[in-house]
């Protein structure tokens, strides 16, 4: 099969790999497409260290089943079905699984990241059927390369306890901030701002149903209640670094939630007084569990036409090196790029 193999940071080539095996309660999927992460960008820069040569990367995806290995049948699968599935592999034996926190499972592993899995960027992936999620054949299928990033934003939405009328700010407008406020919507937050530097980010943020803030333009606590006449309930950092964690903890109310999803730095100083002495709490959020993951593909499976506002582009195996080296150098490019890896099969 062909695969993206990261032969050094900064380069990426198609290559010839084996086939991936199908072990027991395994699944085989054909991929259709995978979305480009901005964790694959910062792997394919050298950036984060938690990608290395020689590696296939791939996490955000979508395919149909191919085959099934014994008794992966049991979880209701069958040849040919559209599929995504939850790259997090958790032990489903230790006090966090249990409790549902399967992100904190010490013996988690994550497709795409561990480097001695071959992942989805490539024809075919092998996955264990309990983290495979059927889909409908009646959305389109790229929609499921969504589902990932959607439901790392439905966790952080939730971590930060949004709920109904809540004014929130997103800070951010890049595909998780963009997530985040299809999240916070479906949560049923009455209002979102987002505060993004890029004017084509802010106008598809627009079009997710947000009010869209231009940081340059003044301080953002002040833009801020001048949008929602007081401070914002909770804010969600997309970001991470040092300047949006501290607007973030200005712009929200005494009292509030700052969700910090964004992990632009490895380490942030910020104003221990904004947290302390005006009682904001600064919650953390990471990948997400079990249910979050399928209560963002359930969605996803719904067909909102709002989806295809994601999806900046699609590009082959071929131009996908060109389109990571142009992500990596901000090249404009508003929302998700993904990349069809079924190109070949077609032909």
């Not at 963002?296 to 131009?319: F, H, K, N």
């Given at each position: 099969?062909?695969?993206?193999e990261?032969?050094?940071?900064?380069?990426?080539?198609?290559?010839?790999?084996?086939?991936?095996m199908v072990?027991?309660g395994d699944?085989?999927?054909?991929?259709?497409?995978?979305g480009?992460?901005?964790?694959?960008i910062?792997?394919?820069?050298?950036?984060?260290?938690?990608?290395?040569?020689?590696?296939?990367m791939?996490?955000e995806?979508v395919g149909r089943?191919?085959?099934l290995?014994?008794?992966a049948?049991?979880?209701?699968?069958?040849?040919?079905?559209p599929?995504?599935?939850?790259?997090?592999?958790?032990?489903?034996?230790?006090?966090?699984?249990?409790?549902?926190?399967?992100?904190?499972?010490?013996?988690?592993?994550?497709?795409?990241?561990?480097?001695s899995?071959?992942s989805?960027?490539?024809e075919?992936?092998s996955?264990?059927?309990?983290?495979?999620?059927?889909?409908s054949?009646?959305?389109?299928?790229v929609?499921?390369?969504?589902?990932?990033?959607?439901?790392?934003?439905?966790?952080?939405v939730?971590?930060?306890?949004?709920?109904a009328?809540?004014?929130?700010?997103?800070?951010?407008?890049?595909?998780?901030?963009?997530?985040?406020?299809l999240?916070?919507?479906?949560?049923?937050?009455?209002?979102?701002?987002?505060?993004?530097m890029?004017p084509?980010r802010?106008?598809?943020?627009q079009?997710?149903?947000?009010q869209?803030?231009d940081?340059?333009?003044g301080?953002?606590?002040?833009?801020v209640?001048?949008?929602?006449?007081?401070?914002?309930?909770?804010?969600?950092?997309?970001?991470?670094?040092?300047p949006?964690?501290?607007?973030?903890?200005?712009?929200?109310?005494f009292?509030?939630?700052?969700?910090?999803?964004?992990?632009?730095?490895?380490?942030?100083?910020?104003n221990?007084?904004?947290?302390?002495?005006?009682?904001r709490e600064?919650?953390?959020?990471?990948?997400?569990?079990?249910?979050?993951?399928?209560?963002?593909?359930?969605?996803?499976?719904q067909?909102?036409?709002?989806?295809?506002?994601?999806?900046?582009?699609?590009?082959?195996?071929?131009d996908?090196?060109a389109?990571?080296?142009?992500?990596?150098?901000?090249?404009?490019?508003a929302?998700k790029?993904?990349?069809?890896?079924?190109s070949?099969?077609?032909?």
């Amino acid at each position: 099969m062909k695969a993206l193999e990261l032969k050094d940071f900064h380069q990426l080539v198609v290559v010839d790999r084996d086939e991936p095996m199908v072990g027991p309660g395994d699944v085989l999927i054909d991929v259709v497409a995978t979305g480009i992460c901005g964790s694959d960008i910062h792997g394919y820069t050298g950036e984060n260290g938690r990608r290395v040569p020689g590696q296939v990367m791939g996490h955000e995806t979508v395919g149909r089943i191919a085959a099934l290995g014994a008794g992966a049948d049991a979880y209701g699968l069958a040849v040919g079905q559209p599929v995504t599935f939850n790259p997090l592999i958790s032990c489903n034996a230790c006090e966090a699984c249990d409790a549902g926190q399967q992100q904190h499972c010490p013996e988690r592993t994550v497709i795409g990241v561990n480097p001695s899995i071959v992942s989805a960027f490539a024809e075919q992936v092998s996955v264990p059927a309990q983290n495979v999620v059927a889909l409908s054949a009646e959305t389109p299928i790229v929609y499921g390369a969504l589902i990932e990033p959607l439901a790392v934003a439905f966790h952080a939405v939730r971590r930060a306890r949004i709920g109904a009328g809540q004014k929130v700010l997103v800070i951010g407008g890049g595909p998780i901030g963009q997530s985040v406020i299809l999240a916070a919507i479906q949560e049923g937050a009455g209002r979102v701002l987002v505060s993004e530097m890029d004017p084509a980010r802010r106008a598809l943020c627009q079009r997710l149903g947000a009010q869209a803030l231009d940081p340059a333009a003044g301080p953002l606590d002040e833009q801020v209640r001048a949008a929602f006449g007081t401070l914002s309930d909770t804010t969600v950092d997309a970001v991470g670094i040092k300047p949006t964690i501290a607007g973030a903890l200005e712009a929200t109310k005494f009292g509030g939630v700052v969700s910090l999803v964004g992990m632009g730095s490895p380490e942030l100083a910020f104003n221990a007084y904004r947290v302390s002495t005006e009682e904001r709490e600064i919650v953390g959020s990471f990948c997400y569990n079990n249910q979050d993951f399928r209560d963002a593909a359930a969605w996803v499976d719904q067909g909102s036409p709002v989806l295809a506002e994601l999806i900046s582009r699609e590009v082959s195996m071929d131009d996908a090196d060109a389109a990571f080296a142009g992500l990596a150098s901000a090249d404009g490019t508003a929302g998700k790029v993904l990349v069809r890896l079924d190109s070949a099969r077609n032909n």
